[in-house]
């Protein structure tokens, strides 16, 4: 899928969402990842980044995706990351991320990752939420989502019946 229509989407079930709920959604728009940790530094000093940044600190309720680590997931279809910087997610058993924070099966977040270079919430930011809700679901995902509940960051899951049951006969 065309990135720029993936965001597109993202954005409009991101207002729908917001609407629903009586909330106003904030956008960072900015890469999702950067090159350089001073582009990085930059990018987050701009005036429309750094006022949802803030914000993100009086977050009640965050609503995450988890993603999963295969050469078809989105973070490696989106060229998020190269082929040799999974290789070395894999080597240390990654498995997912939310946010763009990789983590592996048993919960623990991968030291050497990507949050030094992503555009978004911090790992801190993640685990000062009161209330994170993953939305996740696939067998391709399993793995992935009983890591993502490990970590801590996770305290609602809203799946399928199916991916449901994959996940309780494996924890």
């Known amino acids: 899928m065309n990135s720029n229509i993936a965001a597109d989407m993202t954005n409009e079930i991101t207002r729908q969402f917001a609407s629903s709920l009586g909330g106003v959604p904030h956008y960072i728009y900015a890469p999702a990842i950067v090159k350089s940790r001073e582009l990085k530094e930059s990018i987050l000093q701009e005036d429309s980044i750094r006022v949802v940044m803030e914000e993100i600190d009086h977050c009640d309720i965050a609503f ?15 060229k998020y990351l190269d082929s040799d910087y999974l290789n070395y997610l894999h080597g240390n058993n990654a498995v997912g991320d ?34 994170v809700v993953a939305i996740a679901g696939g067998a391709e995902k399993v ?3 009983i890591g993502a509940l490990r970590t801590g960051a996770v305290d609602v899951l809203i799946t399928d019946s199916i991916t449901a049951h994959m996940i309780s006969s494996e924890i």
């Open 64 to 78: 995450v995706g988890i993603g999963e680590l295969s050469s078809v997931s989105t973070i490696y279809e989106q």
């Open 98 to 131: 939310i946010c763009l924070h990789v983590f592996d099966k048993t919960g623990n977040f991968i030291e050497e990752n990507v949050e030094h270079f992503s555009i978004g919430l911090d790992r801190a930011q993640l685990l000062n939420i009161p209330n």
């Open 143 to 145: 793995n992935a989502i």
